[in-house]
């Protein structure tokens, strides 16, 4: 019996990631243990640490699940909003 992976199945999913409006924006210089959560929690693994251990973020993948605003949102989360118009993850299953 064939597998599934969380991986393969986010995979299927299309995103029209806007480019001028970020719908999630994190403070600057973010507490490293609320940040660290983050890691932790979003299940598309958008908030990284690089090979330095620099905090990394990229809201294209999003999965508008809202994780990161209830963890986060009284903290480093500055800005949580769904993405303008048709924007954003479009759920694909398969
Ligand atoms: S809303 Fe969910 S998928 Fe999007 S960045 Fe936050 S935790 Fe990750």
């Known amino acids: 019996m064939s597998m599934t992976t969380v991986d393969e199945k986010l995979s299927v999913n299309k995103y029209a990631v806007d480019e001028e409006v970020p719908h999630i924006v994190v403070v600057r210089d973010a507490d490293a243990a609320e940040f660290d959560k983050l890691v932790t929690c979003c299940p598309a693994a ?19 699940c809202g994780t990161c605003r209830i963890l986060c949102g009284g903290t480093i989360v500055e800005r949580w909003a769904y993405p303008r118009g048709s924007m ?4 694909r299953f398969g």
């Open 88 to 91: 954003g993850v479009s759920y």
């Open 46 to 64: 958008l908030y990284q640490r690089d090979e330095d251990g620099a905090p990394t973020f990229d809201y294209a993948g999003c999965l508008e």
